[in-house]
C-alpha cells in the first residue's frame, strides 16, 4: 500500500510516512498514529477531559458511580489551584551539596521531611528545592494553624478546593492530590506532628502518584519517610584570637568560599548597599558567623544591623544575640521575626521534663556526654534513668546537635542561641545557681586523675572533650579562688600541654598560683609550670618554679606530689647542665614512686632517671633502666611518655654506636604519635641524626629543616644538649653538599608537615625495603608487606608472589589487605606508585 502524508492531530506537525497497513506498532489496534508523540496524546487526552468536566461527563478512563458522578479514586489532570508557590524575594545562597543529594532523595522516595532547628532554613531550602517545577508544586505553610483539628479542611482550603463540591474533607483533598507527578509541601509541621503524621499517611495511601516534602523540627515518624537533617552553613576558619596562637591574620580568601559569610554579606549589602568583604572587615564577620554558629536567621538578623552599627558592636552585642537579633521580614512568620521568638516557638512544644533539662544542660557550655547531662540534670523532677531519654527527645526536635565523630559515646551541644534561651530560662525558674554548683562539683571530680597520679600526669580522653566547660568552671570560680579553683585549672592545663598550648598553659597557671597562694596543690601547678616554662626554653624560670614545687610539697603529707616535685627539679636541673644533680634528683623521684606501689609512675620515674643517666655517660645502666620500663610504658602509658621513652632509647643507642637500634626506636617515637606536634620533633631529629651519621645528607637536612620548621609553628624549642646534637649532624650533612643542593633540602624539608613528613620520615634510610611510611594508612609495614609490595610492583600475580616467597595465595592474598588498609590505597597500581614513590624519595635523599 502507498504511503500518506498524514498530520498529528494535535499539534498538526507530521506524522511522516505511515504504511496504514495494520502492522504491529503503527498505532493501537494496528491502526495509523494519530500523534506525533506521547506528549501530543497527553495534551489531546487533556483537552478532552477539560471539555466532559465543562458539560459534567466524567472523561474517558474515569470511574463513574450509580448516577454518573466520578468516583474520589479519579485522576483529576490539573493541580489544585491553591497552593501555588511563592516566588522568592531574595537570592538563596549556599547549600549546593545539600540540593544536590535532596534532588536525588526527592526523585526515589515519596516522603522527604527536612528537620532541623528553628532559624536554619528548611522552608527556604524546600522553596528552592521545588523552584524548578512550579506547575505541579503545591504548598501549604502550617504555621498559622494552632491546633490540629481543622488540619484536612485547612489544607483543603489553602489548595483551593475545601468542601466546594460538598464531598467529605478526605475526598476532597484526595481529588485534589491525584494529578500524576504532583508534589505537596508542607512547611512548618512540628506543632502539628502527629496530626501531620495521619495526613500524610493518608494522602500517600490513598493518592498513589502523590509526593510530600515536608518540613518541621522533628520527623514525622510515619512509614517510609526519609528524614534530611539540615545543618547550620559552611563556616570560615576561626579568627586569629581563637586558633593556633601562631598563624598569620584571616584573608578575604580564606572565607570567601564559606556560605555562612556570604549570606552575611549579600544580606548586608542589602541593608548597607556600600559593605564589603575587605581585609579590615573579613576578621568580624568570620567571628560574627562563628558566634553564630552558622544559623541562616542569625545571621541575616545579624546583617541587618550592618546599617546603624559598626561590626565590632555587632560583635560584642553578640554576647545578648537574643536582644540585640530583631526586626525580621514583617511578611515573614512570627516566629522568625526574631531569635527569640524563633526558640520559644520550639520551647512551647516541649513538656516540662524536657524543657527542665533543655536548660539546665545551658550551663555546660562546651557540650556535654550522658555523665554530664546527669550530673546537672537529675533531681527536682528529673530522674537519672530518664535523663538520656530527654536528651534524644530534644536530639529529635532539633533543640540539641549531635557532635560528629565521637564514635564511642554520645556527645551534644546545643547552639550558642538556644544555650542563651535556655540559660535565660534557668535564671527564670531560680536554678541558676544550683545547677552552676552541680557542674562545678562534676568537673572538679574529673580533675582527680590530673593530680593524683603525678609524675604520670594524667589526660583522659574525657578531660579534654570538656575543655570548653573546664574554660568556663575556672573563669567562674577566679573570685572564690582556693583548692577548687586551683584544681580546675590545673586540669585545664594539663589539656592545653597535652594540645601542645603552652603559651596558655603557663597563662593559666601563673593566674591561677597568683590567685591561690597556699593550697596543697599549689606543687602540682608549680611542677607542671616547670616543664612548660622548660618547653619553652625559659631555663632560669624552669629551674625556679621547680625548687619552689619541692619546697610546697614538703610541707604537705603528699608523696606522689613531691615525686612529681623531684622529676621537674631533674628537668630544670637538666636545662642547665647539672647533670648529677639531676641524677640524683631523679633517684629521689624514684624512690617514691616504688615505696607507693603505682607501676606506671614507677616506670615513668625509671625512664627519666635514663634519660639522665644517659648525660653522664652511664649508658649501662640507663639501657637496664629501659628494659624494665619500656614494657609497661609500651602498653600502659599515654602516647606521649611511651614515645619519650623510646626517644630515650634511641639517644642510649646511639652512644653506644648502635645506628640500627637507634633508627629503630625513633621510628617507633614517631609512629605512636600525632604528626607536628612537639613529642613528634624528636624522633623526627633523631633520624636526622641518624641519616647525617650515615652519610645521607640530603636526608638529614630534609628532616632537620621540617623538625626546625614544626618547632617555630608552635613555639617550642628543644632542651639544649640535644639542640647541639641536632646542630652538629646539620653541619656534618651540610659538608657534604655544595651550598645549592643543600639550601635545596632544607628548603624541600620545610615544605614537609603532617602525614607528608612522617611518612617520609619513617622511610628507612637504607633501602625502600626497610621500613616505609604510613601513607594515607594506618602505620608502617612490616617487612614481609614491603616484599610482597615490591613483587606486586614489580608486576607478579598472587601466585607468582607466593613462590617467590615461599607461601600460600592466601597468605599473599591476606599480607595484600593489610598493604591496602596501612597505604590507603585499593589497587594494585596504587601499590605500584607507592613502591616508586618511596624509591625516588631514597635517591633524593642521599643528596
Not at 489531546?44 to 479514586?73: H, L, N
Request: proline share 5%.
Amino acid at each position: 500500500m502507498a504511503s500518506t502524508k498524514r498530520t498529528c492531530e494535535a499539534c498538526g506537525g507530521p506524522l511522516g510516512a505511515s504504511r496504514g497497513d495494520g502492522e504491529p506498532g503503527s498505532g493501537k489496534g494496528g491502526r495509523p498514529p494519530k500523534y506525533c508523540s506521547n506528549a501530543c496524546r497527553q495534551r489531546a487526552f487533556r483537552t478532552r477531559a477539560t471539555t466532559a468536566s465543562e458539560v459534567g461527563q466524567p472523561s474517558a478512563g474515569q470511574a463513574t458511580v450509580p448516577g454518573g458522578r466520578p468516583t474520589g479514586a479519579d485522576v483529576r489532570l490539573d493541580p489544585p489551584p491553591g497552593g501555588v508557590l511563592p516566588r522568592p524575594l531574595d537570592r538563596f545562597i549556599g547549600r549546593a551539596g545539600e540540593l544536590t543529594r535532596l534532588r536525588g532523595l526527592l526523585r526515589s522516595t515519596r516522603l522527604l521531611t527536612l528537620v532541623g532547628p528553628g532559624g536554619v532554613g528548611k522552608s527556604r531550602l524546600a522553596l528552592q528545592l521545588v523552584g524548578g517545577r512550579r506547575e505541579l508544586t503545591r504548598l501549604v505553610a502550617l504555621d498559622p494553624l494552632r491546633h490540629p483539628a481543622p488540619l484536612r479542611q485547612f489544607v483543603a482550603t489553602s489548595l483551593g478546593f475545601g468542601d466546594q463540591h460538598g464531598c467529605a474533607e478526605e475526598e476532597a483533598l484526595v481529588r485534589a492530590l491525584s494529578t500524576p507527578g504532583l508534589l505537596l509541601v508542607l512547611d512548618n509541621c512540628e506543632h502539628l506532628a502527629e496530626s501531620c503524621a495521619e495526613l500524610v499517611a493518608l494522602l500517600l495511601t490513598r493518592c498513589p502518584r502523590l509526593r510530600i516534602l515536608a518540613t518541621s523540627r522533628e520527623a514525622l515518624r510515619v512509614p517510609g519517610e526519609v528524614v534530611f537533617r539540615v545543618g547550620e552553613l559552611s563556616l570560615p576558619p576561626r579568627p586569629a584570637e581563637d586558633r593556633a596562637q601562631d598563624r598569620s591574620a584571616l584573608r578575604v580568601d580564606d572565607v570567601s568560599g564559606s556560605d555562612a559569610v556570604r549570606l552575611f554579606v549579600e544580606r548586608a549589602r542589602a541593608a548597607a548597599p556600600g559593605f564589603g568583604l575587605t581585609p579590615d572587615t573579613v576578621d568580624a564577620v568570620s567571628r560574627i558567623c562563628h558566634r553564630l554558629d552558622g544559623l541562616p536567621l542569625a545571621i541575616e538578623l545579624a546583617a541587618r544591623r550592618v546599617a546603624g552599627l559598626p561590626l565590632g558592636q555587632i560583635v560584642d552585642g553578640l554576647d545578648n544575640q537574643l536582644a540585640l537579633l530583631t526586626g525580621g521580614s514583617r511578611i515573614g512568620p512570627a516566629h522568625h521575626r526574631e531569635l527569640r521568638a524563633a526558640i520559644a516557638w520550639s520551647h512551647r512544644l516541649l513538656d516540662p521534663a524536657e524543657q527542665a533539662v533543655l536548660r539546665r544542660v545551658s550551663i555546660l557550655a562546651g557540650g556535654f556526654g550522658l555523665d554530664g547531662a546527669r550530673a546537672v540534670c537529675a533531681g527536682e523532677g528529673i530522674r537519672t534513668g530518664d535523663v538520656l531519654r530527654l536528651l534524644c527527645s530534644l536530639e529529635e526536635k532539633s533543640l540539641l546537635v549531635r557532635v560528629p565523630g565521637e564514635e564511642r559515646r554520645a556527645r551534644f551541644r546545643q547552639l550558642s542561641a538556644i544555650r542563651m534561651y535556655g540559660l535565660g530560662r534557668l535564671a527564670a525558674c531560680g536554678e541558676l545557681a544550683l545547677v552552676r554548683e552541680r557542674a562545678l562539683s562534676w568537673l572538679a571530680g574529673l580533675t582527680d586523675d590530673t593530680v593524683h597520679s603525678p609524675p604520670v600526669g594524667l589526660v583522659t580522653r574525657e578531660l579534654v572533650a570538656e575543655r570548653e566547660n573546664l574554660a568556663a568552671a575556672v573563669a567562674c570560680t577566679e573570685d572564690e579562688g582556693g583548692d577548687r579553683h586551683l584544681r580546675l585549672a590545673l586540669a585545664l592545663a594539663r589539656v592545653h600541654r597535652e594540645l601542645d598550648e603552652f603559651i596558655a598553659a603557663r597563662r593559666m597557671l601563673d593566674a591561677a598560683l597568683r590567685r591561690v597562694p597556699s593550697s596543697p596543690y599549689r606543687s602540682d601547678a608549680l611542677a607542671l609550670a616547670a616543664r612548660i616554662a622548660y618547653k619553652q626554653g625559659d631555663r632560669a624560670v624552669t629551674l625556679r618554679l621547680a625548687k619552689e614545687a619541692v619546697a610546697a610539697a614538703r610541707g604537705h603529707d603528699r608523696p606522689a606530689a613531691l615525686a612529681d616535685a623531684f622529676d621537674a627539679l631533674g628537668v630544670a636541673l637538666l636545662a642547665r647542665r647539672g647533670f648529677a644533680a639531676a641524677v640524683v634528683a631523679q633517684r629521689a623521684c624514684l624512690d617514691i614512686t616504688r615505696r607507693l606501689g603505682d607501676d606506671l609512675a614507677t616506670a615513668v620515674s625509671r625512664h627519666r632517671l635514663a634519660w639522665a643517666l644517659q648525660h653522664v655517660g652511664a649508658v649501662a645502666e640507663a639501657q637496664e633502666l629501659l628494659a624494665r620500663c619500656l614494657p609497661v610504658l609500651r602498653t600502659e602509658a599515654a602516647s606521649h611518655h611511651h614515645s619519650a621513652a623510646v626517644h630515650t632509647a634511641g639517644v642510649v643507642a646511639l652512644a653506644a654506636g648502635d645506628d640500627e637500634a637507634a633508627e629503630e626506636a625513633f621510628a617507633e617515637g614517631l609512629g605512636i604519635v600525632a604528626p607536628d606536634t612537639f613529642h613528634a620533633m624528636y624522633p623526627v631529629e633523631g633520624l636526622a641524626i641518624v641519616a647525617a651519621g650515615r652519610g645521607e645528607p640530603g636526608r638529614a637536612l630534609r628532616l632537620a629543616a621540617a623538625a626546625a620548621e614544626v618547632r617555630g609553628r608552635i613555639g617550642v624549642r628543644p632542651d639544649a644538649e640535644w639542640q647541639r646534637r641536632v646542630d652538629a649532624a646539620v653541619a656534618r650533612a651540610r659538608s657534604g653538599l655544595d651550598a645549592e643542593a643543600a639550601e635545596s633540602a632544607r628548603a624541600a624539608g620545610r615544605r614537609l608537615h603532617g602525614d607528608r613528613l612522617v611518612a617520609y620520615a619513617l622511610r628507612s634510610a637504607r633501602s625502600v625495603h626497610g621500613r616505609p611510611g604510613r601513607g594515607g594508612g594506618t602505620g608502617p609495614l612490616t617487612e614481609r608487606e614491603i616484599q610482597v609490595a615490591t613483587l606486586v610492583a614489580e608486576g607478579l600475580t598472587n601466585a607468582q608472589v607466593a613462590v617467590r616467597l615461599e607461601l600460600s595465595p592466601r597468605t599473599v592474598e591476606a599480607h595484600l589487605d593489610h598493604i591496602r588498609d596501612k597505604l590507603g590505597v585499593r589497587s594494585r597500581t596504587r601499590i605500584a606508585v607507592w613502591v616508586a614513590d618511596q624509591a625516588a624519595e631514597e635517591r633524593d635523599g642521599r643528596g
